[in-house]
């Protein structure tokens, strides 16, 4: 099914009424996190549009747990939900499509590992309403879950929101250090997209026109924003979604997830930390990008405040490495990636001592 999309605030009222059609408030489970759901200001706009607050499940942490899943089902099922309204970033559009799968379905986690194309049932309509500009989850077929340091990614068209809101306003409120991270994960997703293995002429067309978005906006989005640059990396960030659910993403992201687990970075910041020596290596291996090369995106990191070194030594971070990449993201990668590289960016990386970035309660990754 296609995805029904609206853009902008006018009209976004009558679009929630409509996505619920005949479903009551108290059978629409909303999935969100309380501070980011307040400081965009969609508590106030959807309080509003529904006269009263529904049932909620905001129970999880930034990274999500198959446990913070399974409780999440739990509140589903107790509900009775009907449909699911999620509003908030990459982290809590996939919790709400995990919710949505797994409690739609008498599925777990581990039956769905064990045979990934078992079907059963169909899903809650689900409405998503991203709060930050990077993740393009409202346009993927994917939701990421931890079950303690290993990231799993179920995978399944069925879990796609039908329906999506796309409101530059809703942005606003993040800082510049999450509109960074946020901006470089839609950036590293176009940019993988568009040299991914499995990567079709549909999924480069999304992807070019994220990374000219991106790079084009993301570095006044986050030092002086206007709502047009919002507007334009919100767009970039879905188009980049858009790619990402056809084509995968590679090996930038499949060291990433390590960083993210060990460090405590937000997804978008790990993986652009790498993306500059993986640019390079495909550069090397005559694969262009318009002239987008590792210099320009070193200079680019540093613009939006993201150069950082990791308080590892290189011998550290490059077991983290080897023990830990993704293998089906890394299977992607139209280049081998070889021990040497693994290596190089170990070293490029590692520095001990480097003082973590300022914590941002209840960022949305």
């Given at each position: ?10 009209g976004?009222g009558?679009?929630?009424?409509r996505?619920?059609g005949e ?12 501070a980011?759901f307040?400081q965009s ?7 509003d549009?529904?006269?009263t607050?529904p ?7 930034s ?12 509140r589903f099922?107790?509900?009775g939900?009907k ?7 990459g982290s ?24 990934p194309?078992?079907?059963s049932g169909?899903?809650?309509p689900l409405?998503a309403?991203?709060?930050?500009a ?6 993927t ?12 990614s179920?995978?399944d068209?069925?879990i ?20 960074a991270?946020?901006g ?8 993988e ?12 067309g999304?992807a ?9 906006h993301?570095?006044?989005a986050v030092d002086?924003?206007t709502?047009?640059?919002?507007s ?12 990402i659910?056809?084509?995968k993403?590679t ?9 993210t687990s060990?460090?405590?970075l937000?997804?978008?910041h790990?993986?652009?930390?790498l993306?500059?020596a993986f ?11 318009n002239?987008i090369?590792?210099h ?6 540093r ?6 070194k ?5 011998d ?6 080897n023990?830990?990449v993704?293998l ?5 990668n139209?280049?081998p990636?070889?021990?040497e ?8 990386l590692a ?10 309660p209840?960022?949305?990754?």
């Amino acid at each position: 099914m296609t995805p029904r999309i609206h853009r902008g605030l006018d009209g976004s009222g009558e679009y929630v009424r409509r996505f619920l059609g005949e479903v009551p408030v108290e059978r629409t489970l909303l999935v969100c996190r309380p501070a980011s759901f307040e400081q965009s200001g969609a508590r106030e706009w959807l309080t509003d549009i529904l006269g009263t607050r529904p049932p909620v499940f905001a129970a999880f942490s930034s990274n999500p747990k198959i446990e913070e899943v399974e409780q999440g089902v739990r509140r589903f099922r107790a509900t009775g939900a009907k449909a699911i309204i999620a509003v908030g970033g990459g982290s809590i559009l996939d919790m709400a499509k995990l919710v949505n799968y797994f409690g739609s379905r008498e599925l777990s986690l581990d039956e769905y590992l064990a045979n990934p194309t078992a079907r059963s049932g169909p899903l809650r309509p689900l409405l998503a309403i991203p709060t930050t500009a990077g993740s393009g989850s409202e346009a993927t077929r994917f939701a990421v879950v931890y079950r303690g340091l290993a990231k799993y990614s179920v995978s399944d068209p069925a879990i796609r929101p039908g329906h999506v809101l796309l409101v530059p306003e809703f942005t606003a409120s993040a800082s510049p250090y999450q509109t960074a991270c946020s901006g470089m994960d839609a950036l590293a997703q176009g940019i993988e997209s568009h040299w991914a293995v499995e990567a079709t002429a549909a999924s480069r067309g999304y992807a070019r026109e994220a990374i000219r978005l991106a790079l084009t906006h993301l570095p006044a989005a986050v030092d002086h924003p206007t709502l047009r640059d919002r507007s334009a990396m919100l767009e970039a960030a879905h188009l980049a979604g858009k790619a990402i659910d056809i084509s995968k993403t590679t090996g930038a992201h499949a060291f990433s997830y390590i960083l993210t687990s060990t460090f405590g970075l937000p997804h978008g910041h790990a993986v652009g930390l790498l993306l500059p020596a993986f640019v390079r290596l495909h550069h090397q291996a005559g694969i262009e990008l318009n002239g987008i090369d590792d210099h320009r995106l070193r200079d680019l990191m540093r613009a939006i405040g993201l150069d950082r070194k990791l308080p590892v030594t290189t011998d550290e971070l490059e077991t983290l490495f080897n023990q830990h990449v993704n293998l089906e993201r890394l299977a992607n990668n139209p280049v081998p990636v070889s021990a040497e590289f693994i290596r190089t960016i170990a070293a490029g990386l590692a520095e001990k001592g480097f003082p973590p970035h300022p914590a941002q309660p209840d960022a949305d990754p």
